[in-house]
């Protein structure tokens, strides 16, 4: 195991539709926190693009939300010279990786991939094999840099065990090869849900865009669909999981929580003489402060591709090599002939 090196954070998101508050709070957030604590690590933040074409995507309009994710991660905080941001394109290790990974995975692991169940049902009778292997997809981009943190939200766990499965199975198979890659959940806010239907997870394909904050959208919107969460009629501001009724108000305590960072129990104290009302509109104030200095950053950086493709180009030179230097070594020890150069 590879224990002299530099140990490695990685994690990535994917350029589909627009990013949500819940993309934020449950992975961006932890992204720059983690930036500044794990001082000597290398980091990776990746823009998973070919994750996006899993599911049908109008050409120009990825290409675009490519760069708009590429703004959203430096508006957010994170810093080209600490961290390095890139395509995932870009590096033709991942797609590399993925077939050596896909004959090391079975069919059923595959088919118990909750996400895949729940996405094909939408995708009515055409299902693509590559929204069925995308968590391979996934296992390469952490193995082919050898990460070892990987900040997700919840929903995104049990792609990350089978990754772990993955790199097992390989180095049980060949030799140990892989290190075993460590999930980071946040503890609060791991699965921030649906404002307007609370036992959903907030969702950039979601159904009802009252019920999704999009990081990106006009401000007064986004007041608005706080003030416009759906809540209960017992009227008490308090947090209780054991209790669907509360699904709404347990939501929107968390988003305060982490935004503010304070605890819940304080939260609950403030407003213990207070009504739902006050409540939503202290904490439309709370999201709209938070995302406004993003979005505003976000717009601007926009203007300037130039800048933003140099970003990009760093960010793959960074990791180009220690990409195929890992996969020279994977291909070695699968029986490939090196070619001769
Ligand atoms: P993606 O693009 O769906 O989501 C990006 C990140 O946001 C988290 N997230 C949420 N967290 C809290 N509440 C929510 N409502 C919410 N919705 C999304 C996700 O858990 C995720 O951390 N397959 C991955 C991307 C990926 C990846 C990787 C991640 C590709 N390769 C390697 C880590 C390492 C995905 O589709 O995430």
């Given at each position: 195991m590879e224990n002299t090196e530099k140990k490695t954070i990685l994690s990535g998101i994917q350029p589909t539709n627009n990013l949500t508050l819940g993309n934020y709070i449950g992975a961006m957030k932890n992204f720059v926190n983690m930036q500044d604590k794990y001082q000597d690590y290398t980091k990776n933040y990746i823009i998973v693009d070919l994750h996006a074409l899993t599911v049908p995507q109008v050409p120009s309009e990825l290409r675009e939300r490519t760069y708009s994710m590429l703004a959203l991660y430096l508006a957010v905080g994170l810093d080209p010279e600490k961290s390095n941001i890139?395509?995932?394109?870009?590096?033709?290790g991942h797609t590399e990786l993925t077939w050596i990974l896909n004959t090391l995975t079975g069919m059923g692991q595959l088919n118990r991939m909750t996400q895949y169940k729940d996405k094909s049902a939408k995708e009515g009778t055409f299902i693509n094999v590559g929204l069925f292997a995308y968590p391979v997809l996934m296992a390469a981009d952490i193995l082919l840099y050898n990460a070892n943190l990987i900040p997700i939200g919840d929903d995104q766990k049990q792609h990350l065990e089978l990754s772990r499965d993955i790199a097992e199975k390989f180095n049980y198979t060949y030799s140990p090869t892989f290190n075993i890659p460590e999930a980071i959940i946040p503890k609060q806010g791991a699965r921030i849900m649906d404002l307007?239907?609370?036992?959903?997870k907030m969702s950039k394909s979601a159904e009802s865009p009252k019920g999704t904050i999009i990081l990106t959208e006009d401000l007064n919107i986004t007041a608005k669909k706080i003030k416009s969460a759906v809540t209960d009629s017992d009227m008490e501001i308090r947090y209780d999981?054991?209790?669907?009724?509360k699904a709404g108000i347990n939501n929107l305590l968390t988003i305060y929580s982490t935004l503010t960072d304070t605890e819940i129990s304080e939260i609950e104290k403030k407003y213990v003489n207070s009504g739902y009302g006050d409540f939503k509109k202290d904490l439309s104030e709370i999201v709209v402060e938070t995302l406004r200095p993003i979005k505003e950053k976000h717009d601007e950086l926009l203007k300037d591709k130039k800048y933003l493709d140099q970003i990009l180009k760093q960010g793959a030179a960074n990791v180009q090599s220690s990409a195929y230097k890992l996969l020279s070594k994977v291909y070695k020890k699968v029986g490939l002939v090196a070619p001769a150069r």
């Open positions: 890139f395509v995932q394109s870009h590096i033709t307007q239907h609370p036992e959903n999981q054991s209790n669907p009724e």
